[in-house]
């Protein structure tokens, strides 16, 4: 079914470093611009980056801009998330997300159309 | 970047109530704003794209308006599965989220 599946979340100390992962599954991967969301204990949503389906635009917002890596590996239906130099403040449950375009109404826009179950990033000495 | 900022933060209303939630963009997001439902432990879903439509399997009592800088969600009848936590966000530049609406069972 369609589904996408996030994998790599744990506890880390500051300074750190994560792996994440999304695996995509029952639709055509590599036609969608993919995001990663993150969501603190109790607090709201925040996207932290983006990838176009070829890789070509690649979004950071400032909260990890020189610390987080995000890639794609569209053979392998597979987003990626690299987080380095991890801080107290990173602790969130990450969601990736596809961000669809849909063009066919009177009006067109980009929306998170399809999520993960999301998976829990602990920073903590 | 686009602040987005909703009202009210917490909300509570009774089985049946209309509810109406806002949304104010820092500028002009024209038409690019969503509105997404979420429950305890869930990922969002989105209810409302491109301001006013409505994504399929959506039900009818939620409905969306405004453009420019100034949004709104409203439920017509609220029912016991609406009591969640509701979020605006635009994708006019980049992507960002209003801060949350939290709407609770009076």
């Known amino acids: 079914q369609v589904q996408l599946v996030e994998s790599g979340g744990g506890l880390v100390k500051p300074g750190g470093s994560l792996r994440l992962s999304c695996a995509g599954s029952?639709?055509?991967?590599?036609?969608?611009?993919m995001s990663w969301i993150r969501q603190a204990p109790g607090k709201g949503l925040e996207c932290i980056s983006y990838i176009s389906s070829s890789s070509g635009t690649i979004y950071y917002a400032d909260s990890v801009k020189g610390r987080f890596t995000i890639s794609r590996d569209n053979a392998k239906n597979s987003l990626n998330l690299q987080m380095n130099s991890l801080r107290a403040e990173d602790t969130a449950v990450y969601y990736c997300a596809r961000d669809y375009y849909d063009s066919s109404g009177p009006s067109s826009d980009w929306y998170f159309d399809l999520w993960g179950r999301g998976t829990l990033v602990t920073v903590s000495s | 970047d686009i602040q987005m900022t909703q009202s009210p933060s917490s909300l509570s209303a009774s089985v049946g109530d209309r509810v109406t939630i806002t949304c104010r963009a820092s500028q002009s997001i024209s038409s690019y704003l969503k509105w997404y439902q979420q429950k305890p432990g869930k990922a969002p879903k989105v209810l409302i794209y491109?301001?006013?439509s409505l994504q399929s399997g959506v039900p009818s009592r939620f409905s969306g308006s405004g453009s420019g800088t100034d949004f709104t969600l409203t439920i017509s009848s609220l029912q016991p599965e609406d009591f969640a936590t509701y979020y605006c966000q635009q994708s006019y530049t980049r992507r960002s989220f209003g801060q949350g609406t939290k709407l609770e069972i009076k």
């Open positions: 029952g639709f055509t991967f590599s036609d969608y611009y």
């Open positions: 491109a301001a006013s």
